[in-house]
């Protein structure tokens, strides 16, 4: 939801699939967040959860045969889609948390040298998610994923997505690593310091966060996602912000420095005061803080 020209005519939004992973901290619930590489055409310079749009590929059937956890009819019914939309989003939510964090939801953990022989062959489109499970002789685990938030760019937007939002605990054992492609680092972030204002982030982003405040752990965020409502979130552009459906006025992060639309602001580099810049993610680990 970066600032983008406005259109006349309204772009369709492409289906999209995010997965917040959530682990519990020392100190209390923590969620891992990745920074986009400012060569990203998309929200570059940003810090964002893992997640993509849902590819074709991510639709087919042959998948059904290694699923486990809540059925497609039940999946269907969550999300408000036919079973064909709702097979391609949920696994286009477990294909993008293995591509862009290393992290498999699935029904047992397999050797991380076949792991991440696996990822790679998804990563470079010689294998689709079913294939790359029935390699590793495992199940695809819909229960670890639990349904969260549904948000759609505005329409005045050229660059649209119609992303629902997940949440899933770090499985036992299991280490997030960055896909350097899209992401060039990624970070473990206590959710409270992370919310207290919406920097660098767009705002489904900083949203989310927001209301992930409300709790003190990963047990806590799935009980509560089990019975949560969701509604459709298509917030209005204005130029510099967005405005949500309940009247709240969100602003944009700024272009990152170094990004192409940093360079292509009139110059003007926009830097954040220090006491926000202290929050990010960057500035703890110069710090010597927990990563």
Do not use: N
Not at 2 to 17: E, S
Not at 130 to 152: E, F, H, I, K, Q
């Amino acid at each position: 939801m970066r600032a983008a020209p406005k259109t006349t005519t309204v772009v369709p939004a492409r289906p999209a699939a995010t997965v917040v992973l959530l682990r519990d901290g020392p100190t209390g619930l923590e969620v891992y967040l990745q920074r986009r590489t400012m060569t990203m055409g998309f929200a570059a310079g940003l810090w964002v959860f893992p997640g993509g749009r849902v590819d074709r590929a991510d639709g087919d059937p042959a998948v059904d045969a290694i699923w486990s956890g809540p059925g497609l009819d039940a999946w269907a019914a969550r999300l408000g889609l036919g079973r064909s939309e709702a097979r391609g989003t949920v696994v286009a939510a477990c294909r993008e948390c293995l591509e862009e964090a290393g992290v498999l939801l699935a029904d047992r953990a397999p050797e991380p040298a076949a792991l991440d022989a696996a990822r790679r062959d998804l990563l470079e489109g010689r294998q689709g998610l079913g294939a790359v499970l029935a390699s590793l002789r495992v199940r695809l685990d819909t229960s670890r994923l639990r349904y969260w938030s549904w948000w759609v760019t505005p329409e005045a937007e050229t660059r649209r997505y119609d992303t629902r939002f997940f949440v899933a605990g770090l499985p036992r054992g299991a280490t997030v690593t960055v896909h350097g492609l899209e992401a060039e680092r990624g970070h473990w972030l206590p959710v409270a310091p992370a919310a207290a204002e919406p920097v660098r982030m767009l705002p489904p982003t900083w949203c989310t966060l927001r209301e992930l405040t409300a709790f003190s752990s990963v047990a806590e965020v799935l009980a509560a996602a089990d019975t949560r409502m969701v509604e459709r979130t298509m917030p209005v552009w204005t130029g510099d912000a967005v405005v949500l459906p309940s009247g709240e006025r969100i602003p944009l992060p700024p272009p990152a420095p170094g990004s192409a639309a940093a360079e292509s602001s009139a110059g003007r580099e926009a830097r954040l005061p220090e006491a926000r810049e202290a929050r990010l993610p960057e500035a703890r680990e110069a710090r010597g803080e927990r990563p």
